[in-house]
């Protein structure tokens, strides 16, 4: 796939998702959840290049930092005073998780399957993925999948082919779980995308694609789907349960999305487009914080 838009305007090819924050009310609950539904370890904090944004949720807040092997996957704050969401209201959709094979797939698959507390919400042959749906337990969405090789993604006119093909989940872990489930989970994994909810899709357009840097790789009965680099998202947005919704309060769920570019002098290049856009920055001299046009935080960091 290539682009007529300018290199200047794009976030670099080899942008990636980092791990989502989150404000919770039950930090004990969540964090086993998350631990023995998905298979995730808490990390020690030396480790987990991942920091909570503590400007955002608060001083001294308790959190925990989840993740596979050294990777951070989610970030929990303790933020016990703030209401749930409201029906319509803009915020996350759901954190998709990506699996580097279908056996790493199929294993929390069936975890997160067998966890009590977990609502499983379906399954999909999107074609250039297989992804499956849960919800957690203070309603939070999360997909898990793993992707086909790129060089079987069918591209036209510049945009990928995908679809809600039926996936039989109960053939799927059949063919695909191949270790005992009473034992850790071995598999890597990675914040592959994030879907969030927005009031309008062109407003979602003008901000994470003309503004940030994104381009469009997809558009869906409803959704904008936009990358870095061709691959087939690394963020979505939808008005299917938020049309017309106005900017969020501070609630439970979403509380950051975050991402890193390689270098300092992509930071920079971004800060620029973001400020021309008149866009309200917060600089660190590390990481450039701000929101959406739906006060939904974005972090983005340049890698170590």
Excluded: C
């Amino acid at each position: 796939m290539t682009s007529s838009t300018s290199s200047d305007l794009l976030l670099p090819s080899d942008t990636t998702m980092d791990a989502v924050t989150l404000h919770v009310a039950d930090l004990p609950g969540m964090t086993a959840y998350y631990r023995d539904a998905l298979g995730l370890v808490e990390l020690d904090g030396a480790v987990a290049r991942t920091a909570v944004d503590l400007a955002a949720s608060g001083a001294g807040a308790q959190h925990a930092v989840l993740g596979r092997g050294t990777t951070p996957l989610v970030v929990l704050v303790h933020t016990p005073g703030l209401p749930a969401p409201k029906a319509g209201e803009a915020g996350l959709f759901h954190t998709a998780l990506l699996f580097p094979d279908r056996a790493g797939l199929a294993d929390a698959v069936a975890r997160a399957a067998q966890h009590p507390r977990s609502r499983y919400v379906g399954s999909a042959d999107h074609l250039v993925s297989n992804a499956f749906y849960f919800t957690d337990p203070e309603d939070n969405g999360i997909e898990l999948y793993w992707d086909r090789p790129r060089e079987q993604w069918d591209w036209q006119a510049g945009r990928v082919v995908m679809d809600n093909a039926p996936l039989d989940p109960n053939a799927f872990l059949r063919e695909h779980v191949a270790a005992p489930l009473d034992q850790p989970a071995r598999s890597d994994a990675e914040v592959g995308h994030v879907h969030l909810k927005v009031g309008d899709v062109e407003t979602a357009r003008t901000f994470y694609v003309d503004t940030l840097g994104f381009e469009v790789t997809a558009e869906w009965h409803g959704a904008l789907f936009v990358a870095a680099g061709g691959y087939h998202h690394h963020m979505a947005m939808n008005t299917w349960q938020s049309r017309g919704a106005g900017a969020r309060a501070a609630t439970l769920g979403l509380g950051q999305v975050s991402l890193v570019l390689p270098a300092r002098s992509d930071l920079d290049a971004l800060a620029d487009r973001l400020r021309a856009a008149r866009v309200d920055v917060r600089d660190d001299g590390r990481t450039l914080r701000f929101e959406d046009p739906w006060k939904s935080l974005l972090e983005v960091s340049a890698a170590a």
